[in-house]
Nanobody, 120 residues
Framework: QVQLVESGGGLVQAGGSLRLSCAASGIIFSINGMGWYRQAPGKQRELVAAITSGGITNYADSVKGRFTISRDNAKNTVYLLMNSLKPEDTAVYYC??????????????WGQGTQVTVSS
């Protein structure tokens, strides 16, 4: 079994910064794509940023230029640096990973979520 554990959420004023971390543990052969999603109250979960095992990144238009996703493959960890935060960034942020747990076994996993609240 694989677990994703997120950390780094919290309360911050508009214009501030936070850094989220997500560490994967368990029986892991390799991790393909990793990403961050968020879900605000009353809204659907949406992709914030994603990164491939080779470091290719993809961002939602709403966070381009403000957020940076990165990963440390040796530590099975993905990060999300969030700068210039806005109240509309307030949401529960979830980590996601596409994990190979065997020669042919591959599954998608989610973290438990971490709350990010941006005050105006």
């Amino acid at each position: 079994q694989v677990q994703l554990v997120e950390s780094g959420g919290g309360l911050v004023q508009a214009g501030g910064s936070l850094r989220l971390s997500c560490a994967a543990s368990g029986i892991i052969f390799s991790i393909n794509g990793m990403g961050w999603y968020r879900q605000a109250p009353g809204k659907q979960r949406e992709l914030v940023a994603a990164i491939t095992s080779g470091g290719i990144t993809n961002y939602a238009d709403s966070v381009k230029g403000r957020f940076t996703i990165s990963r440390d493959n040796a530590k099975n960890t993905v990060y999300l640096l969030m700068n210039s935060l806005k109240p509309e960034d307030t949401a529960v942020y979830y980590c996601n990973a596409d994990v190979r747990t065997g020669v042919i076994r591959r599954s998608n996993y989610w973290g438990q979520g971490t709350q990010v609240t941006v005050s105006s």
